[in-house]
């Protein structure tokens, strides 16, 4: 699996900009982003959960697990 969203951040000397909603990396990252504002990374939280539904409660461990490890990127040889 590559997620080009992740391709670019890795690539870009620019932090953030594209993000795929679904890719648990780019959602931490995104999440990630907002640091420190909580209401702001709150908004992006409601918003993937909008976005992904029943999906969102599968991938939010897994998102919150990328968060702890500072992951936020995916990996260039997966
Ligand atoms: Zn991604």
């Known amino acids: 699996m590559s997620c ?13 900009g594209a993000y795929r909603i679904g890719c648990p990396y780019c959602m931490a990252r995104l ?5 420190p504002v909580k209401r702001l990374q709150e908004g992006h ?14 991938l939010w461990p897994r ?10 990127v995916e990996e260039a040889d997966v």
């Open 4 to 16: 080009q969203a992740c391709h670019r951040a890795r690539t870009s000397p620019h932090k953030g």
């Open 31 to 35: 999440i990630a982003s907002a640091r």
């Open 45 to 58: 939280i409601a918003a993937c959960q909008r976005q992904l539904g029943d999906e969102w409660t599968r």
């Open 63 to 72: 998102v919150q697990q990328l968060l702890r490890d500072n992951r936020l």
